[in-house]
């Protein structure tokens, strides 16, 4: 079924927002276009396309939950994005991330993470908090590959 949420931060200065709608598909299309995070837990981009840093930030945001979401459902599982709406005055990039991780959360009843954003006045910007995670698009193996000689690419 298609839900839509809507993720909102309000401060101050104006605030964060966007409306990401979203279904699950109960299994990996073969030759389907989208974005493979991790096994068998895919990310379909609606028709038109979105800007990289959006697909990116969506894909994180599916990524926080990946491990959960492929032990349910070894079969596979595809979460189709049908549209991600936002003002341009209350977007970044990262909110893509922040309404993803909302999304997946609900749908699949899984419980609350340390996923969120904060407005600090003090430097006029946002703080965001990925679960533990400093850097979210950090390699693991910048410094080499893990024991074996070769990263686990395996889907």
């Not at 979203?22 to 389907?32: D, I, L, Q």
């Not at 990289?52 to 994180?60: E, I, N, T």
């Not at 430097?123 to 965001?128: I, K, Q, R, V």
Request: hydrophobic letters at 40%.
């Amino acid at each position: 079924m298609t839900r839509t949420v809507a993720y909102r931060l309000r401060n101050p200065a104006g605030g964060l927002a966007a409306d990401l709608t979203a279904v699950r598909r109960p299994a990996v299309e073969p030759h389907s276009p989208g974005v493979r995070i991790h096994r068998n837990v895919c990310l379909g981009l609606p028709l038109g396309g979105l800007y990289w840093k959006d697909v990116a930030w969506l894909s994180f945001g599916v990524a926080l939950s990946a491990r959960a979401l492929a032990e349910r459902f070894p079969e596979g599982i595809t979460i189709q994005v049908i549209a991600l709406e936002a003002s341009l005055s209350s977007y970044r990039s990262e909110v893509a991330a922040l309404a993803m991780n909302q999304w997946v959360r609900g749908e699949f009843e899984l419980p609350m993470n340390d996923v969120g954003a904060a407005f600090d006045a003090t430097s006029g910007d946002y703080e965001f908090r990925w679960d533990g995670q400093e850097q979210p698009f950090a390699d693991p193996f910048r410094s080499g590959p893990p024991e074996g000689g070769k990263a686990d690419r395996s889907l």
